[in-house]
């Protein structure tokens, strides 16, 4: 079930409570596909229920053809030729990870190496960067980096000053951007979208979350 909450009748809370209460339902896996910006209270409270949770924007299209076609392990044979053509291309590991080249920005040394594990073993070549400035110094030297991972929070020259400043530069205007920031708050999506991010994923991180994410921003 896809289900956006601003519902004409009830909200889209209501329906969930209201289906977990009806014994005769089995409730499908649910992903909340949403133009409204959510508190950490109300994603919470999601969570019991949802498998994922969308906000509408740029690319979240795609993500939700993404995310629907993984809950329905459908045969990817059996749709139409252009979708076929987007979920191949979405999860052809030749095609959108492998010798991709990808900027970790955190300066937390652990985060760090284990989200570099973890893309390295997607076949990805991983570029650290302890802090803003370091990010931006390596940019000019790996101009042709095609994705960056930016921790909000760090000292000095925060993730959104970074981002900011990577977004001046005319040859960056495209780079794929995704905001990793710990506070879950419920403004900072917007904050990190102002700054330049691409798009935003709160920590801890999930990892598929991470990689389907990344498979829409990686394909062209």
Known sequence: MVL?????????????????????????????????ELSREDEAELRRFADSIIIKGVKSE????????LFLHRMVKTMPEKKQKMIISLHDRENIFTAKKILVVDDDM??????????????????KAEDGKKALSLL???PDVDLVLMDIMM?????YETTKKIREQARFTRLPIIALTAKAMKDDREKCIAAGASDY?????????????????LYK
Do not use: C
């Open 4 to 36: 956006d909450l601003g519902l004409p009748d009830m909200t889209g809370f209501e329906l969930l409570k209201q289906l977990e209460k009806e014994r005769h339902i089995s409730l499908p896996p649910v992903i909340v596909y949403t133009g409204k």
């Open 62 to 69: 795609e993500r939700l053809l993404d995310e629907t076609a």
């Open 201 to 217: 994923l709160s920590k801890p991180v999930d990892v598929d979350r991470l990689l389907s994410m990344m498979r829409v921003w």
């Open 110 to 127: 652990r985060n760090v190496f284990a989200l570099a594990r973890v893309l390295k073993d997607k076949g990805m070549n991983v570029i």
């Open 140 to 142: 000019n030297e790996h």
């Open 155 to 159: 000292p000095v020259l925060d993730g």
